[in-house]
């Protein structure tokens, strides 16, 4: 079975069930720095103090050689991820529970499984979807558990239809303007070890990708909402989070974070663009 004659899909899900386990050691540093990135005025993180929702990600980086890094930023194709054939690679969503905090001083053991490979002939050419499920496990237990979607996509062609955006809604009950500068883009690429070069080689993201500009991280849009909730309701703990990228934001423009109350403890949340549209989409449920 192929996805427009390009990927084999049946070799690709071959993948499925594959784990890998790797572990590391919650550091107070990361959380002083992403405090900082955020713009926060949060205290000196020591040991016991919590790793906010999301602030996982500064842990666990992608450690591949530099030899093993392909022409993108990203590393090469292979291994424990399938040998996806298509040049472009973005997080596409995610969802994640968090059934207790991990604390600075923790040795967390993550262990990650390979759950979902499929595909799809799209507007815009082959698509390949990849899910991977982590556990992210300390002493005390499993505290978190993730599960992260990849997806895969041709370059665009140039009789591609343009996608139709989508109005973000305009009800929120609190929001906050976000300026993507590139030292922004720059310094969370630099906590997560991200080389992707779409957020910080203008070049290369314009010239070789055809984008506008640097291309703000999903994952940075999904921590900056978790932040407005943090930032407007101190008291509520995330249970739940889930979110989905629509249509990547820039960093020629500001944007907006935006929440809104939801009944049974849950805040709709979303990242509009300065033209207005719905640029990711997000749920929080509260304990």
Not at 45 to 55: K, T
Not at 140 to 162: C, M, Q, S
Not at 229 to 247: D, E, N, T, Y
Request: glycine share 8%.
């Amino acid at each position: 079975m192929t996805v427009d004659g390009a990927v084999d899909l049946e070799h690709l899900r071959e993948w499925i069930g594959r784990t890998e386990t790797r572990v590391d050691h919650a550091t107070a540093t990361p959380m002083a720095a992403l405090s900082a990135t955020l713009d926060r005025d949060d205290p000196e993180p020591a040991n016991g103090s919590e790793v906010p929702p999301l602030w996982h990600w500064t842990y666990f980086v992608p450690l591949a050689r530099q030899s093993e890094i392909g022409p993108d930023g990203h590393a090469k194709r292979g291994g424990f991820l399938p040998p996806v054939p298509l040049p472009r690679r973005m997080w596409a969503g995610g969802r994640l529970e968090f059934h207790a905090p991990l604390q600075v001083g923790d040795h967390i053991t993550r262990t990650s499984r390979i759950v979902d490979v499929s595909g799809k002939t799209g507007r815009s050419g082959s698509l390949v979807f990849v899910t991977v499920r982590h556990e992210f496990a300390n002493a005390r237990g499993i505290a978190l558990t993730e599960e992260h979607d990849i997806v895969y996509r041709e370059n665009p062609r140039a009789d591609a239809p343009v996608p139709k955006p989508q109005p973000a809604p305009v009800d929120e009950s609190f929001s906050r303007e976000i300026v993507p500068d590139p030292v922004l883009l720059f310094r969370y690429s630099a906590l997560t070890f991200n080389g992707h070069r779409i957020h910080y080689d203008r070049p290369y993201v314009t010239q070789v990708e055809g984008y506008p500009g640097l291309i703000v991280h999903g994952p940075l849009i999904a921590t900056l909402l978790v932040d407005l909730v943090r930032r407007h309701l101190p008291q509520g703990r995330i249970r739940r989070f889930s979110f989905r990228a629509l249509r990547p934001l820039f960093d020629i423009h500001r944007f907006t974070v935006c929440g809104r109350h939801e009944p049974d403890g849950r805040v709709a949340l979303w990242a509009r663009d300065h033209d207005g549209w719905q640029a990711l989409e997000a749920e929080a449920e509260l304990a």
